[in-house]
């Protein structure tokens, strides 16, 4: 049985400490993982429906293989934010994947899933078709080279962005210039004719960059996804915006 609660690893970074935690749930009894960056939680092993709910959203909007056939991976994905990996396992999990660009700036997180400090990191290093890349996703999405440092200019079929808690609360205020018309329409360029970006939010649907996405993709949506929070004895949103370029 693991210990009640244990730091697995501590660190300072440019951005702040950051630290891994392990606690046990007494109500569960599982082992619940937890990322804090400062004062603020960053994530947890325990809430992940939104996070696998904005791979399984984003790909939906991409063709479907016909079910009947032997699927061809074809698909060319970039997740922008490692965290515990549930994005990016859940982009793995979908047959239609040939390649997945995973970008953290932080390298001590791209480190705990090397070092399998985090239950899904063995099975995101040792998948073949994954690449762990230690960047700046919002200057490398500003720039014209792009999101694939060994290949300038690559574009992608999907772009799943989990870095942010909303496009309004930034974690850096760099950040923030994603989220306008000029920083989507420069990200756009990085996708393939009907592609996709896709964002998760902890913050409920906001209209006004509801509107931008608008103006920048000629479809877009926000969803909410509803999911059991066992802390709060209720249920808690998130909201995963998709939106997609011209085919």
């Not at 549930?86 to 390649?99: E, F, G, K």
């Amino acid at each position: 049985m693991s210990a009640r609660f244990e730091e697995i690893d501590w660190r300072p970074t440019a951005m702040g400490d950051i630290s891994l935690r392990r606690r046990r749930d007494p109500v569960s009894g599982i082992d619940v993982y937890e990322v804090k960056l400062g004062d603020e939680f960053l994530m947890s092993s325990l809430f992940t429906a939104g996070e696998i709910a904005l791979t399984e959203l984003g790909l939906a909007e991409l063709p479907d293989v016909d079910p009947d056939a032997e699927p061809e991976a074809e698909l060319d994905v970039v997740v922008g934010g490692l965290g515990l990996g549930y994005t990016a396992v859940a982009a793995l999990d979908d047959p239609r994947v040939r390649s997945l660009t995973v970008i953290d700036t932080l390298a001590e997180v791209i480190d705990w899933h090397r070092r399998g400090l985090v239950p899904l990191g063995v099975r995101l290093s040792s998948d073949p078709r994954c690449r762990l890349v230690q960047g700046d996703f919002f200057a490398m999405a500003a720039d014209s080279r792009g999101l694939d440092p060994e290949e300038p200019g690559r574009r992608f079929h999907a772009v799943l962005l989990d870095v942010d808690h909303s496009p309004r609360h930034v974690l850096h205020p760099r950040h923030a210039a994603l989220y306008q018309r000029a920083g989507l329409r420069a990200l756009a360029e990085h996708l393939h004719p009907g592609g996709v970006f896709a964002l998760w939010s902890n913050d409920p649907p906001d209209e006004q960059f509801t509107s931008v996405l608008a103006e920048v993709f000629p479809r877009s949506a926000a969803h909410v996804v509803d999911f059991d929070n066992p802390l709060q004895g209720g249920t808690s949103t998130n909201t995963v915006y998709v939106a997609r370029t011209e085919p």
